[in-house]
């Protein structure tokens, strides 16, 4: 399932707490980088291997470097008086004491890099204590990304962020690393990334069966770790509750859409999605989110689903649903 489709899935719910079934009979898998589903399947996992194979893949740690554990805290700093509060997917400490932050992130907006250093120093800020001597462990943040981030590198897909000075890391002891999932999917449509064999590569493969609700490569099913990722992803594990949290605005989805909608009709070109105005939808959605709403739609219709549900969750009009 992918972004678009999640969201269609919780404006049906809106409707009709009992539509999740019907998605459940249509999709196998969950959006993963919905926060809700992330959360439950690379933090609530006991041993948290999930969580530190990919961790691993992304930041490219091996051997003694290799994140061997790690156990997680709060994902949250209040803020002080009138600051803003810190929430990060997850946080962690490493069996070495570096800290981990993993932070997945289905819209860009304006703000999105300032966040980004807002969250990483909260997280410094609360590593020195009083008598201590200022001295910070390694702290890793890593972006997981559902949109392109770095337009200006089109076959790049992990990108390693540091402080330079004179061409040398300025203090190499925080890494940002980000990776636009999105762009990745693209370049293995291309052919371009078919022949990257890294760990990171393998992982993003197996995220992709799941979004794109792909067959499972030889390769995928035969590695342990993503039998496991996708068994643990299946939509039918989910709970209503979960969804019905996401359709009240305890996760920061629907805050993210309205952002990237917004800035979709600024820019007319955003990934935002519908707000039950064909207009809007025009304006708002990339052609590629259409043709995915368009599929949708027609597996709604093809279920027969009540066409008043369909109209609502695709924002498309009833006589474009009748021509699919």
């Not at 678009?4 to 980088?33: C, F, G, P, T, V």
């Not at 917004?262 to 039950?276: L, M, R, T, Y």
């Given at each position: 399932?992918?972004?678009?489709?999640?969201?269609?899935?919780?404006?049906?719910?809106?409707?009709?707490?009992?539509?999740?079934?019907?998605?459940?009979?249509?999709?196998?898998?969950?959006?993963?980088?919905?926060?809700?589903?992330?959360?439950?399947?690379?933090?609530?996992?006991?041993?948290?291997?999930?969580?530190?194979?990919?961790?691993?893949?992304?930041?490219?740690?091996?051997?003694?470097?290799?994140?061997?554990?790690?156990?997680?805290?709060?994902?949250?700093?209040?803020?002080?008086?009138?600051?803003?509060?810190?929430?990060?997917?997850?946080i962690g400490t490493t069996n070495a004491g570096e800290r981990v932050l993993v932070e997945v992130?289905?819209?860009?907006?304006?703000?999105?890099?300032?966040?980004?250093?807002?969250?990483?120093?909260?997280?410094?800020?609360?590593?020195?204590?009083?008598?201590?001597?200022?001295?910070?462990?390694?702290?890793?943040?890593?972006?997981?990304?559902?949109?392109?981030?770095?337009?200006?590198?089109?076959?790049?897909?992990?990108?390693?962020?540091?402080?330079?000075?004179?061409?040398?890391?300025?203090?190499?002891?925080?890494?940002?690393?980000?990776?636009?999932?999105?762009?990745?999917?693209?370049?293995?449509?291309?052919?371009?990334?078919?022949?990257?064999?890294?760990?990171?590569?393998?992982?993003l493969r197996a995220i992709k069966v799941v979004i794109n609700e792909e067959p499972v490569p030889?390769?995928?099913?035969?590695?342990?770790?993503?039998?496991?990722?996708?068994?643990?992803?299946?939509?039918?594990?989910?709970?209503?509750?979960?969804?019905?949290?996401?359709?009240?605005?305890?996760?920061?989805?629907?805050?993210?859409?309205?952002?990237?909608?917004?800035?979709?009709?600024?820019?007319?070109?955003?990934?935002?999605?519908?707000?039950?105005?064909?207009?809007?939808?025009?304006?708002?959605?990339?052609?590629?989110?259409?043709?995915?709403?368009?599929?949708?739609?027609?597996?709604?219709?093809?279920?027969?689903?009540?066409?008043?549900?369909?109209?609502?969750?695709?924002?498309?009009?009833?006589?474009?649903?009748?021509?699919?």
């Amino acid at each position: 399932m992918n972004r678009a489709q999640h969201y269609s899935l919780l404006r049906a719910m809106e409707i009709d707490k009992k539509n999740l079934l019907k998605y459940q009979e249509i999709y196998n898998y969950a959006y993963i980088l919905s926060d809700g589903i992330f959360k439950i399947v690379f933090a609530e996992e006991k041993d948290h291997a999930l969580l530190i194979s990919l961790v691993n893949a992304m930041l490219d740690l091996h051997d003694g470097d290799a994140i061997k554990d790690i156990s997680l805290e709060m994902q949250e700093f209040p803020g002080v008086f009138t600051k803003k509060d810190c929430i990060v997917d997850i946080i962690g400490t490493t069996n070495a004491g570096e800290r981990v932050l993993v932070e997945v992130q289905q819209q860009g907006d304006d703000f999105y890099r300032d966040r980004v250093e807002y969250y990483t120093s909260r997280v410094i800020e609360n590593q020195v204590h009083t008598s201590e001597k200022y001295e910070l462990p390694r702290i890793y943040f890593l972006g997981l990304l559902d949109f392109t981030l770095f337009p200006e590198e089109p076959q790049k897909y992990i990108h390693h962020v540091d402080e330079m000075c004179n061409g040398r890391k300025f203090f190499p002891k925080i890494q940002k690393i980000f990776v636009e999932i999105e762009k990745f999917f693209r370049l293995e449509e291309k052919g371009i990334s078919t022949n990257d064999n890294s760990e990171a590569a393998q992982w993003l493969r197996a995220i992709k069966v799941v979004i794109n609700e792909e067959p499972v490569p030889e390769k995928i099913m035969q590695n342990e770790t993503f039998r496991r990722l996708l068994d643990s992803v299946k939509l039918i594990n989910f709970a209503e509750e979960l969804f019905n949290c996401e359709v009240k605005n305890v996760t920061d989805l629907m805050a993210e859409h309205e952002i990237g909608f917004a800035e979709g009709k600024k820019e007319g070109h955003a990934e935002g999605f519908v707000q039950g105005k064909t207009e809007g939808y025009a304006e708002g959605v990339s052609e590629g989110e259409l043709k995915k709403t368009r599929e949708m739609a027609k597996s709604l219709k093809e279920q027969n689903v009540a066409m008043a549900i369909i109209v609502k969750s695709s924002g498309l009009s009833e006589e474009e649903i009748n021509s699919l």
